[in-house]
């Protein structure tokens, strides 16, 4: 089988299957499902260059760095978007708490992948030069907290206990993620609890928060409500598993960071476990790499990816992904048929396609 970044690159369909179930992909226009909030998207990026606590030139010279490599703006579209599916006022009163809501989600990714960045001690962030690369450690260190302070402002004018307390958890199930993340570095053991409990933490809680705290805004139902946040958890998961395997399938050049950094930081993702709970000769290779600490080694790195590529663990985790893919489709059911439901269904499609 082809590997997951060729077939996307090159437009082809990629077929994800689990169980008895296949479903087939087409490389999915991000711009036109952003469309319905593409107004909204515009006022988020408008707050986030503007509304600062500090404006002094250097410091806005960093954020632009930041802000202007781009990014797609996924999480504050899914809040915006499910904001949308859910409000009973007309559109042009949509309310001003969910464009900030919008802005904070964002505000927190940012400063999430700004601290990553010296935890990695990585060169590249979007094809750009990290701030920590560029400049130093202890400078990337403080923006990021600048960035969370800007959060914590946005999270105060929303003036909701109940969203204060979700994105309150979220803070703290990303320090734990990249705890849980650390200790596991190295590790052959395959443990799917810990992976998926991982991915939750760094990646899925944010979405997650941004997917139904729209509707507590809104007043909805909990049902509703708790239909939206298992939407966000479940795409969130995926896209995880997806990034995870654009690591082992990627370009550096379309990811915009180095390919394999996450194997050659001792990172097990789903890719590789599915090749080590093998226990065959590959199974046996592979675990060998990586407690030697030959993966830390371009030819070492390229001879694991290799056993990855060759041994199914990229056919599996396309598996997984998919699996995730539908439970998130699924946690849509409750919402009136609209443009913006139709984007969050959507959203799910391009997930499983895209290349970076």
């Known amino acids: 089988m082809e590997s997951l970044a060729n077939q996307m690159t090159t437009g082809e369909t990629m077929t994800a299957a689990s169980g008895s179930a296949t479903t087939s992909l087409q490389t999915i226009d991000l711009s036109a499902l952003l469309e319905p909030v593409s107004t909204d998207v515009a006022l988020v990026e408008e707050w986030l260059n503007t509304n600062l606590i500090d404006d002094t030139p250097f410091v806005g010279e960093l954020l632009c760095q930041i802000f202007q490599a ?7 579209a899914i809040v915006l978007l499910a904001s949308r599916a859910t409000s009973n006022r007309p559109p042009q009163e949509f309310s001003r708490l969910h464009i900030i809501l919008a802005v904070l989600t964002e505000l927190i990714h940012t400063a ?28 990337a260190v403080l923006l990021g907290d600048l960035l969370f302070a800007q959060a914590s402002i946005c999270l105060a004018r929303i003036m909701n ?13 990303l320090c734990a993620g990249e705890i849980r993340q650390m200790r596991q570095q190295f590790s052959t053991q395959v443990d799917w609890d810990a992976y998926i409990h991982k991915s939750f933490c760094k990646t899925a809680s944010l979405f997650a928060a941004g997917s139904h705290s729209g509707a507590i805004l809104n007043a909805c139902s909990d049902d509703l409500v708790a ?16 990034d995870d395997l654009l690591d082992v399938t990627g ?36 675990e060998k790499l990586i407690k030697d ?43 009136p048929s609209t443009t913006y439901r139709h984007s969050l269904e959507g959203l799910v499609d391009y997930m499983l396609t895209r290349t970076n």
């Open 293 to 335: 600490r030959a993966v830390t080694e371009p030819d070492g790195a390229q001879e694991a990816l290799e056993l990855i590529r060759q041994n199914g663990g990229v056919e599996q985790a396309i598996e997984l992904a998919a699996k995730y893919g539908r439970q998130a489709k699924e946690g849509l059911c409750r919402l």
């Open 112 to 139: 999430s992948l700004v601290h990553d960045d010296v935890i990695d001690s990585a060169s590249l962030r979007r094809g750009k030069q990290t701030v920590n690369r560029r400049w130093n450690d202890r400078l």
């Open 227 to 242: 239909s939206l946040k298992d939407y966000g958890l479940n795409l969130g998961i995926c896209f995880q598993i997806v």
């Open 161 to 173: 206990p109940v969203i204060v307390g979700i994105y309150g958890q979220v803070l703290g199930d």
């Open 70 to 76: 781009g990014g797609k703006r996924l999480r504050p």
């Open 251 to 286: 370009s550096s050049e379309k990811m915009g960071k180095e390919a394999g950094s996450d194997l050659q930081s001792g990172i097990l993702t789903a890719p590789a476990l599915f090749v080590l709970e093998r226990k065959d000769s590959a199974a046996q290779k592979l």
